[in-house]
């Protein structure tokens, strides 16, 4: 087998800890791959890999290879870019994936920007309130907010957001401000699943986080709906700040008990390639990166 090939084979395997999932990431069968490590480890006389029948995971000697073979792949792809030409016009199929409001108001957006930049592209964007894993459902890009447990992903951190309470004014004038996260108890609370899935919601105080159990007179599954209850003067709800920003700057919705937010939530823009990424993946994130970073202060 070719030597950058098997090197390629175990960088997929050591990265995605598993050897299907460096099946699916490199478009071989999990045997072809099974066989590339094992002529691998006999061409070198060391393991490389501890496998088991739930995991695999590299060897000391495994480590200090991977180390090297990355750098040997890095100068092979850098040279391969500059012979073809780094700026190769993007062409074929992407997919994003994003939460569903940022998806709409952010991220479709800068898709149709790209689109028009690239002709020969298409992109199919899915916009879904769920953590989608990139390797496992097969998307090129996505875009996050919250802390990232993964390690096997390249992310750009392009912004943040907080997680606000809030209400309309209306709603405020007729029922009165809570001063405190205890006062939620005597208020209308209208719960949206996507943001808030449970009805224990985290506030910060100065020992720390604290929860608040609220007991929502309605609840939703959607942003939008939560947001349409509340701007009609009906309870209090918990969004993040992107999703009410234009209504907190219309002045019909208003921000509540702000010293008590958690830390802010980063957002990130992720993908499983490398630093030599391909064309189509490459220029996608260049543009989702810097709109995002200059975008609206509704981010943040």
Not at 261 to 289: C, M
Request: charged share 20%; hydrophobic share 45%.
């Amino acid at each position: 087998m070719d030597r950058q090939h098997l090197m390629e084979v175990f960088v997929a395997v050591a990265e995605t800890e598993s050897f299907s999932g460096a099946a699916r990431r490199l478009n071989l069968s999990a045997a072809s791959v099974t066989r590339a490590i094992a002529t691998l480890e006999t061409n070198l006389q060391v393991k490389l890999l501890n496998r088991t029948t739930r995991s695999v995971r590299v060897t000391d000697a495994g480590h200090i290879y991977l180390a090297a073979v990355r750098r040997i792949l890095d100068d092979i792809y850098a040279v391969n870019e500059t012979l073809a030409g780094a700026r190769t016009k993007p062409s074929g199929k992407l997919s994003v994936t994003a939460p569903v409001e940022f998806g709409k108001m952010f991220i479709n957006p800068v898709i149709v920007e790209y689109l028009k930049l690239y002709s020969e592209m298409e992109v199919s964007a899915l916009f879904l309130d769920r953590v989608v894993n990139l390797q496992e459902e097969g998307v090129d890009v996505g875009i996050r907010i919250g802390e990232l447990p993964d390690s096997n992903v390249k992310a750009a951190l392009v912004g943040e957001v907080r997680k606000v309470v809030c209400a309309s004014t209306e709603y405020l004038a007729n029922h009165g401000e809570p001063k405190k996260p205890a006062d939620l108890a005597q208020h209308l609370i209208v719960s949206s699943n996507s943001v808030t899935p449970t009805v224990d919601w985290k506030f910060r105080q100065d020992s720390g986080l604290t929860s608040v159990r609220v007991n929502p007179r309605l609840s939703v599954s959607s942003v939008e709906s939560a947001i349409g209850a509340v701007s009609s003067g009906f309870g209090i709800t918990r969004l993040l700040s992107y999703q009410v920003a234009p209504y907190i700057a219309s002045g019909k919705i208003k921000y509540l008990l702000t010293e008590y937010e958690p830390l802010p939530l980063p957002i990130h823009v992720l993908h499983l390639e490398g630093r030599y990424a391909s064309a189509k993946v490459r220029t996608f994130v260049d543009l989702a990166v810097a709109k995002l970073r200059t975008s609206s202060l509704y981010l943040f």
